[in-house]
């Protein structure tokens, strides 16, 4: 296959993690017969360095044209002081809403291997942490009307939280999608017992459900959810929610596994075009050192194989592959312990790519 990816390395550790991503996909195009053709867009505070702008025009139109866009990070202190049009995170969003990007997946995995880096008792973790986090990314209160206004001579702040029955079907039908592919179970996490939106939310759940029988579905209140994420996380396969829940749940579910180096995303549109991406930032604090862990971005580029390309062995053999150097002892910094190998981002990158078969 011939597939064209934008490559967004963005700020900080950015350029350092998506060049490691890129030699396991070069690897994957080897092997296993693809051409991969990347087409660099400046994103972030380098955009705003070289045009003044997170993202220009033209960077945009490559992304929208492109088969899926590999993300590193943006931002930085150097940018802090920007005026918030553009701010480096501007290009994000914007990036999201150009390529209707409207579920945002977190696979939430503990590596056995690192056990003792989560924070969770052994007891808690010893089952294994493998779920999945498919979040609504562009409706609910963070795109409603707001507004603050004096009343009763005080300010009153204002936040519509607005869903409507077609936006919760798609981002349900992604989740529902996940669970078939996975171990078959999905939990809709609501706040049904007060909001309407999540009462709808949960009724359009259910009637979804009915056309996937084999997967096991349940509701769940949010509070419970994050209780039972400390609790218990071995329970959860598939969680569904909006998106001010699951921005909150994704990272709180992200620390059980003890680093955020780790950690790959997903946002995906109603076609095969997605965004892939680490979920950590920019790293400034060590940025060009060579220590940065590229795993999480290695393993975003094995969820745009299976998700926008549609390559699942090739997904797999990059997570073996993965697995296999953890297996091996070969660590980065972040997720370093005594009587493991510690090595910097490049050779971390050279090994997984070795690995790949
Ligand atoms: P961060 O995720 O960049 O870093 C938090 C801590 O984790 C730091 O100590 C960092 O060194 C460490 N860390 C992060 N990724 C690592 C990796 N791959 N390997 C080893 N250690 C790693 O969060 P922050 O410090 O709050 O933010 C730094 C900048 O990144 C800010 O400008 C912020 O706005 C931006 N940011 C960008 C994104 C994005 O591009 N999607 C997301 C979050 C934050």
């Known amino acids: 296959m011939n597939k064209n990816i934008a490559v967004l390395r963005g700020d900080g550790i950015g350029p350092e993690i998506v060049n490691e991503a890129i030699k396991a996909l070069d690897k994957i195009a080897e092997i296993y017969g693809h051409t991969f053709n990347y087409s660099d867009v400046d994103i972030g505070g380098c955009s705003i ?16 044209n492109s088969d899926s866009v590999l993300l590193g990070a943006v931002g930085g202190p150097k940018w802090d002081n920007c ?46 942490i493998d779920l999945m986090i ?9 795109f409603g009307k707001r507004f603050t206004e004096e009343k009763n001579g005080e300010l009153e702040a204002t936040d519509y939280m607005t869903y409507a029955e077609s936006e919760i079907e798609r981002i349900g039908r992604v989740a ?27 009724k359009t759940m259910h009637k979804l459900a009915e056309e ?42 992200s620390m059980l596994t003890g680093s955020i180096g780790m950690m790959p995303s997903a946002s995906l549109s109603s076609t095969t075009l ?5 979920i950590h930032g920019s790293a400034p604090d060590i940025a060009g050192m060579d220590i940065a862990n590229p795993l999480g971005t290695i393993l975003s580029a094995a969820l ?28 980065t910094g972040d997720i370093y312990e005594e009587g493991t190998k510690k090595v910097g981002c490049k050779e971390m990158g050279d090994l997984v790519m070795q690995r790949i078969k």
């Open 304 to 331: 745009m194989l299976r998700y926008s390309f549609n390559m699942a062995k090739e997904a797999d053999a990059i997570e073996t592959a993965v697995n296999a150097v953890l297996d091996e002892g070969y660590r």
């Open 134 to 142: 498919v979040r609504e990314l562009t409706g609910g209160i963070y």
């Open 212 to 253: 996937y029988p084999e997967v096991e579905y349940s509701d769940i209140l949010v509070d419970n959810t994050a209780m039972q994420l400390i609790k218990n996380p071995s329970q959860f396969d598939v969680l569904v929610t909006e998106n001010m829940f699951g921005d909150i749940l994704s990272d709180e579910a």
């Open 49 to 64: 360095d070289k045009f003044g702008v997170p993202i220009t025009d033209e960077g945009m139109n490559i992304c929208k």
């Open 176 to 202: 529902f999608d996940s669970a078939m592919k996975r171990r078959k179970k999905l939990a809709s996490v609501d706040k049904a017992n007060v909001l309407d939106s999540s009462r709808l939310w949960r």
């Open 83 to 128: 005026p918030p049009e553009i701010r480096p995170e501007k290009a994000l969003l914007a990036v999201r809403k150009e390529l209707g990007l409207f579920a945002n997946l977190r696979p939430t995995c503990l590596f056995l291997q690192l056990a003792n880096a989560s924070p969770l008792k052994q007891e808690i973790v010893g089952n294994g």
């Open 274 to 278: 997605g965004m892939y991406e680490p």
